[in-house]
């Protein structure tokens, strides 16, 4: 059974910074791409960043330069470094991941939806403060 299992999550003041981690587990030999996605309250959920399989990263422009996004393959472990947190950012992360390797998706892809993700974790709550 694939689980993936986010944490990190928390609350700080804007400004401040947070690291999210997802540990994946399970009978997947590789992931393809792996990616952030976040939902606020009464918004629709939305693509943070992803990561392909050959380290290509996607962010939602939001969060350029601010949130970084990185993977350890031999951990199965994907982060988040989000700095410059802002009280926008407040939401529920989700880890997504993806096994079909041969679909190809892109990072960019991943990011947008265009073919959805296959497993999703159950969410870390962000909320950062003014």
């Known amino acids: 059974q694939v689980q993936l299992v986010e944490s990190g999550g928390g609350s700080v003041q804007a400004g401040g910074s947070l690291r999210l981690s997802c540990a994946a587990s399970?009978?997947?030999?590789?992931?393809?791409?792996m990616g952030w996605f976040r939902q606020a309250p009464g918004k629709e959920r939305e693509g943070v960043a992803t990561?392909?399989?050959?380290?290509?990263?996607s962010y939602a422009e939001s969060v350029k330069g601010r949130f970084t996004i990185s993977r350890d393959n031999a951990k199965n472990t994907l982060y988040l470094q989000m700095n410059s947190l802002k009280p926008e950012d407040t939401a529920m992360y989700y880890c997504?991941?993806?096994?079909?390797?041969?679909?190809?998706?892109?990072?960019?892809?991943?990011?947008?939806?265009?073919?959805?993700?296959?497993?999703w974790g159950k969410g870390t709550l962000v909320t950062i403060s003014s």
């Open positions: 399970g009978y997947i030999d590789s992931w393809n791409c």
């Open positions: 990561i392909d399989s050959d380290g290509s990263t």
């Open positions: 997504a991941a993806d096994a079909r390797g041969w679909l190809g998706m892109t990072s960019v892809e991943a990011l947008t939806g265009l073919y959805g993700m296959e497993y």
